[in-house]
């Protein structure tokens, strides 16, 4: 039986092995759990709000209601909710369609 011989001091064997050249892999993480995570899918709150503050401001005080509603749609757009500029811009025509509607109806009973 032989032995395999040490190198020279200097002398890496491994050296030239692309396999050694890397630097070894990061560590696994502490805890990973083995289901998967589901994703998240959020409602969006405020544009839904938004949009019931539009249709209150048709006809109940439209300048309080449509301002609410383009508050909360222009938040929850920012929020990225992808209604909220179109709760935003609902609530504002409703705002105007209602105060128009009140005006005419303001006019008409007199």
Request: charged share 10%.
């Amino acid at each position: 039986m032989t032995s395999p011989q040490n190198p020279p001091p200097g002398d890496d064997p491994r050296a030239g092995d692309p396999q050694w050249s890397q630097a070894p892999p990061p560590p696994p993480p502490a805890y990973e759990s083995p289901y998967p995570q589901p994703r998240s899918r959020s409602t969006p709150v405020l544009s839904i709000i938004a949009f019931v503050c539009a249709a209150v401001a048709l006809l109940f005080i439209p300048i309080l209601f449509g301002l609410a509603g383009i508050v909360l749609g222009v938040v929850g757009h920012t929020r990225g909710e992808s209604l909220g500029k179109w709760a935003a811009i609902t609530s504002g025509v409703a705002m105007i369609v209602g105060m128009v509607l009140g005006f005419l109806v303001v006019q008409n009973m007199t």
